[in-house]
């Protein structure tokens, strides 16, 4: 025998207001900003591991067949996540 248990979420008070963040597959444009902000993120971590280079992203190439599964979230033109 089988049992199937579906539950269903539902929101039912007020409107909620649309978000001003967009998510948007990553383009070469955006490459600079995102090669800045990865860096920093994994800058304390690559170096606490002694994992050479510090700074890992430099060029394109290195995320360019990644770069169809890379989403960005934007926020007024700004990268906010990744």
Do not use: W
């Not at 050479?52 to 360019?64: C, S, T, W």
């Amino acid at each position: 025998m089988i049992k199937v248990i579906a539950y269903e979420m539902k929101y039912d008070k007020e409107f909620v207001e649309q978000s001003t963040i967009d998510c948007i597959l990553f383009e070469h444009q955006y490459f600079e900003e995102y090669k800045t902000i990865y860096n920093e993120c994994f800058y304390d971590m690559r170096k606490a591991l002694e994992i050479e280079p510090y700074n890992f992203l430099n060029d394109f190439g290195q995320i360019r067949e990644k770069a169809d599964d890379i989403y960005l979230l934007m926020k007024d033109s700004e990268i906010i996540g990744s």
